[in-house]
Every structure is written in C-alpha cells, then in structure tokens.
C-alpha cells in the first residue's frame, strides 16, 4: 500500500517570496508523483508529474519539483510567488502497475500575503 | 464528452435518505476514481474502476455507500441513509488505465467539478 504526507496543512507566505510545499511518500514498489492544485472555487487541475527521468520537474506557472527517492520525497517550489498562486496543493502518489489506485495528501493551503 | 461531467451539482437531503451521485467520465478514459473531499480535508479515496470492475473498493466509509460502473463509462455513487457527517464535495476523475500509456503521462487524473452534498 501506498502513502502520502503532507507535513504542512498551511503555509503563509509574502508575495515575491520563494516556497516550498513539502511532500513525503510510502511505497513499498515504484510510483509516480503528481503535485495538483485546486484554485478557489474551482476544480483539481494537474500542476506537475513525475514519471521517469530527470528528477527535477516543472509545471505550469513556474511551479517545480524535485523526486528524491531516497528521502522518498516530492517537494514542491516557486522561487517567487504571486497573489494567484493562492491555491490548495495536493501531492499524489500512484504505484508501477496498471490496476493501481491514486491515493492523495491531505493538502496544503497556501496563502500569499501582499 | 470534453470533460468529466458529475450530476447533481449541489444536493440537500434529509438524514435518512438515499442519494445517488453521478459522473460521466472522458470518452475513453477506462480508469474512473471516486473521491471525497470534506471541509478541511483533504481527498478521501472511496473506490476505484478499471471498466466495470472495482479492484479496490478499499476506502468505502461504510456498508451503506456503494458504487457501480455500466458500459464502462458512467458510474453512480449511492449513499444509503445518509448521516449528517457524509456531508461533503464527492470528486469523479477518469485516466487511460492502460499501462502502456503509463509512461506518456496519459494516466493523469482529470476531475469533475464535484458533487456538493449536504445531509440535514
């Protein structure tokens, strides 16, 4: 079975400022990693993932993470953030095989102070 | 369809009373996940469809949730008797299950704008 912790319910941070969501997960076999983010009032959309490869990878509106995988962390970055970044995040965790479920964290609110 | 539709989008119901919650995934998409999502929580998994089948129904609260998938496309989620505490955002996504497709990304989860259910 598979897990995710997210240490942090809430980080508040100023705009302009860098932050890093952090992320650690449980597997006893392989998995991919996903960071979503769900905006105020709206849906989960996709951030980033992580499948295979380089261990640093970026997503969309300047979001990166890096796999460590032996810390067996997925920890999410912005050098410099902005109002609209204010936002829930979520890491996701799902394991090497085709009937396998996609189990999440129980979320990070971020909040960006002007 | 172009997204992931879920129906109703807001439900009140008695204590006491059944509800059935739907979602139409992706045309395609032969992964279907139901999701719970209560005020300051995060996403409870509840069950889990590849086609028709449930592989992992693990994370059902209880015997009075239950959920089905026909054709494999649309799936009802259906909570007996409802308490109060079953309250909640039910979230459906949908993905390629394919495990050739792993590897392409195609695997990633798009959401339904939800199901907002309120017991009285």
């Known amino acids: 079975a598979q897990s995710v912790t997210q240490l942090d319910s809430q980080v508040p941070v100023f705009e302009e400022a860098p932050v890093e969501l952090r992320c650690n997960y449980s597997?006893?076999?392989?998995?991919?990693l996903f960071w979503y983010v769900q905006y105020p009032n709206q849906g989960l959309q996709l951030l980033l993932k992580y499948l295979s490869g380089s261990t640093l990878v970026k997503g969309i509106n300047g979001f990166e993470a890096e796999f460590n995988k032996s810390q067996t962390s997925f920890h999410l970055r912005k050098p410099s953030v902005h109002i609209s970044d204010t936002a829930e995040y979520f890491c996701?965790?799902?394991?090497?095989?085709?009937?396998?479920?996609?189990?999440f964290g129980s979320g990070t609110r971020l909040s960006i102070r002007p | 369809g172009a997204g992931v539709s879920q129906s109703p989008s807001n439900k009140v119901t008695e204590k006491g009373k059944d509800v059935e919650l739907r979602c139409d995934p992706i045309s395609g998409h032969t992964a279907l996940y139901w999701y719970r999502q209560s005020l300051g929580q995060g996403l409870e998994f509840l069950i889990y469809?590849?086609?028709?089948?449930?592989?992992?129904k693990s994370g059902l609260p209880s015997d009075r949730f239950s959920a089905e998938r026909t054709g494999g496309s649309v799936s009802t989620l259906t909570i007996q008797r409802t308490q109060q505490e079953d309250s909640a955002v039910y979230l459906c996504a949908s993905s390629f299950g394919d495990r050739v497709l792993l590897n392409s990304g195609a695997n990633v989860l798009t959401f339904g704008a939800g199901s907002r259910l309120t017991v009285l």
């Open positions: 469809f590849q086609g028709n089948s449930a592989p992992d």
């Open positions: 597997s006893s076999v392989s998995v991919y």
């Open positions: 996701a965790v799902r394991q090497y095989s085709s009937a396998s479920k996609i189990i």
